[in-house]
């Protein structure tokens, strides 16, 4: 493929894409195959001679799309959202273009510096502390992750290294090895799988502390918890919050846990992977109050602030990867053309549309809410047992009209509603909500035959 090649090719793939997402919802939401569909539709080897491009192309429909989950239709509520909008596609075109590895400034000055500016903008639309800011001096700032996976690793790993570091300085006869085999690290039983994945990546203890009746943890809990384990002899030093837990988008304390944590010079790391978004709008920023007390921040503007994957943000100078794309480029571009106002409006609109979900289950005397709706999730069931929940998932599933998935809270099944692609409208959310309480009555119907006919018999 030669430049003029290239130049046609390139605008038939941005018709493709366009084509693809004005007509998203028109395809089947989530994917009917088994696992392993893939393999027998293409040769078991690379090919040897160069095959054309039209042949490619057509091999999308045939093979690809086929077993695409359409995260970006108006119809998957499932997960939380990945982010997507035409001016990060084109900045993503760009990146690839440059083809730049920014592992240090000079292996490209731009790619460094624009991170670092474009993470100073997020700071301040998010009215962090200056302590996050890295401005003119560099005392503050962070880096580009690819996901909050990795940004929770390396907040662990920097409180490890800070830890030993400190016991060391106390009684310098103590080795690493002795001192990390009392280490302890607490997150909430609430807390996403990645965060206990980084306690065993790190080799470390991790506790997890109970939460209250809202799913969030409270500075009581957390306290005895460290007290009991320094009564142990253990070491506690690291406490993950969590801001918009993954199966309820609960908030963890911070105004209450910050002053514990710096009291008991334990490293606050807060995941606020999905909400973190939100606090642009100046309603939701006192949902992140008590930041001032974290030694570390991150979350996620691939997730709603409409800049695609991959864009996990953290406010601490500390990376896995030697190597780095141009990731800033995204952000740059989506920031300049919605401007501050179009990325509230964004998250607004989304909230919006989660609250008008609630309560169209909130008038439905079958169901129940399940946990406060604070941004863009609705949790909800129907009054029964897991086993009839189950079954509603699984027939919305098998329909591929809607897409949700569960969580467990306080040990019953529950269905998750997230408000997720920009495409999403009021209409959306009622024909969802007509889908589901259709396929409600139907299940509801079978199982007052059954229970009729078990009482006959």
């Known amino acids: 493929m030669d430049a003029a090649e290239f130049r046609r090719r390139g605008k038939e793939m941005v018709d493709y894409v366009a084509d693809y997402l004005e007509n998203i919802e028109k395809r089947p939401v989530y994917p009917d195959l088994e696992p392993g569909y893939l393999r027998s539709l293409i040769p078991n080897e690379a090919p040897l001679e160069p095959e054309s491009y039209e042949d490619i192309i057509k091999d999308v429909e045939r093979v690809i799309m086929p077993g695409v989950t359409h995260w970006h239709s108006p119809y998957f509520f499932a997960y939380f959202p990945a982010a997507s909008s035409y001016p990060a596609m084109v900045a993503d075109m760009l990146c690839g273009a440059i083809g730049c590895i920014g592992f240090s400034w000079a292996a490209s000055p731009a790619c460094t510096e624009l991170e670092t ?12 502390p200056e302590c996050f800011i890295a401005g003119t001096h560099g005392r503050g700032g962070g880096v580009i992750q690819g996901t909050a996976s990795e940004a929770t690793l390396m907040s662990l790993l920097a409180a490890r290294c800070k830890a030993v570091r400190r016991v060391q300085a106390i009684n310098a006869k103590k080795s690493e090895s002795e001192i990390l085999s009392k280490l302890v690290a607490y997150t909430s039983d609430q807390a996403h799988s990645s965060v206990e994945r980084a306690a065993l990546i790190g080799a470390v203890m ?30 506690p030093f690291y406490f993950c919050a969590t801001l918009g837990t993954t199966p309820s ?18 490293w606050m790391h807060i995941d606020a992977a999905y909400a973190g978004s939100a606090f642009v709008c100046p309603e939701f920023r006192p949902l992140l109050n008590g930041v001032e007390f974290a030694d570390s921040f991150n979350f996620n503007p691939h997730k709603w602030l409409l800049v695609n994957f991959d864009s996990a943000i953290v406010k601490q100078h500390w990376q896995i990867p030697l190597g780095r794309r141009f990731r800033s480029l995204k952000m740059w571009f989506v920031f300049r053309m919605y401007g501050l106002k179009g990325l509230q409006a964004h998250i ?52 591929r009209e809607i897409h949700l998935v569960p969580c467990q809270l306080s040990g019953r099944f529950v269905l998750r509603f997230a408000i997720c692609a920009r495409s999403t409208e009021s209409h959306h959310i009622q024909q969802a909500w007509q889908h589901i309480t259709q396929l409600t009555f139907e299940l509801l119907q079978e199982a007052n035959v059954k229970c009729h006919k078990g009482k006959v018999e």
């Not at 993470?119 to 998010?126: E, I, P, R, T």
């Not at 502390?209 to 007290?227: C, G, I, Q, S, W």
């Open 249 to 266: 988008c609960a908030f963890d304390h911070l105004t209450e846990l910050g002053p514990l944590c710096n009291e008991e010079n334990m």
């Open 348 to 399: 607004r609109k989304q909230v919006a549309l989660a609250k008008e979900f609630e309560s169209l289950v909130r008038a439905d005397k079958r169901f129940e809410i399940c946990a406060e709706v604070v941004l863009g999730l609705v949790c909800f069931r129907l009054k029964g047992s897991n086993e009839l929940n189950q079954e509603l998932l699984k027939r919305i599933t098998k329909s």
């Open 206 to 235: 991790m506790r997890k502390v109970p939460t209250d009746n809202h799913y969030a943890v409270r500075k009581e809990m957390l306290k005895k918890m460290v007290e009991e384990d320094k009564a142990a002899g253990l070491i």
């Open 117 to 128: 500016v474009m993470l100073d903008w997020l700071g301040k639309m998010l009215q962090l």
